[in-house]
């Protein structure tokens, strides 16, 4: 008697007669933890409204404007001969405007600031316009330091070189 030969795999025989069996289905992947996606989520939504809480809460205010002083009086300062550079000399007056709240000041002090200011100068550094312009911007703002903003500004009342 004739044996019977198989190849391949016992459950499959020669010539196709049975469909090969079905592979394993696949083992199952862990499922994704769901508790710290939505962790991450609720994280998130508290820092997102803790930051909003200290945007409105926290924001620097606009920094006040301070009023404009209102103006007051003005005094003028008697001219005064100030040696210059060379053997010239300058004939400065000139007026201080105060803030509303100040009727007189001590003038001595403002002369005594302006004589410092403008002695040693050359004619042609004071002669110049623009020059002239800083000089005075200058005396302005040492007269309302020496003064604690009791001065507004300075005006020119007399200015000759000679």
Do not use: C, W
Request: charged share 25%; glycine share 8%; hydrophobic share 45%.
């Amino acid at each position: 008697m004739a044996e019977k030969r198989v190849i391949g795999a016992q459950s499959r025989k020669i010539g196709g007669g049975q469909a090969a069996a079905a592979p394993a289905p696949p083992e199952p992947e862990a499922a994704p933890r769901r508790g710290r996606g939505r962790l991450l989520i609720v994280l998130a939504a508290v820092l997102a409204v803790l930051a909003a809480g200290a945007f409105v809460f926290l924001r620097p205010t606009e920094p006040a404007v301070p009023a404009e002083p209102e103006v007051g009086d003005t005094v003028t300062i008697e001219p005064r001969n100030i040696n210059l550079a060379d053997g010239h000399y300058l004939r400065l007056g000139f007026a201080i405007e105060l803030v509303a709240e100040v009727e007189e000041v001590a003038t001595a002090h403002a002369t005594d600031i302006a004589i410092a200011l403008f002695t040693g100068r050359t004619i042609a550094e004071v002669n110049d316009p623009e020059r002239r312009e800083e000089l005075k911007s200058e005396l302005s703002e040492r007269l309302v330091e020496a003064y604690d903003g009791e001065v507004l500004t300075v005006y020119f009342t007399d200015f000759v070189t000679q």
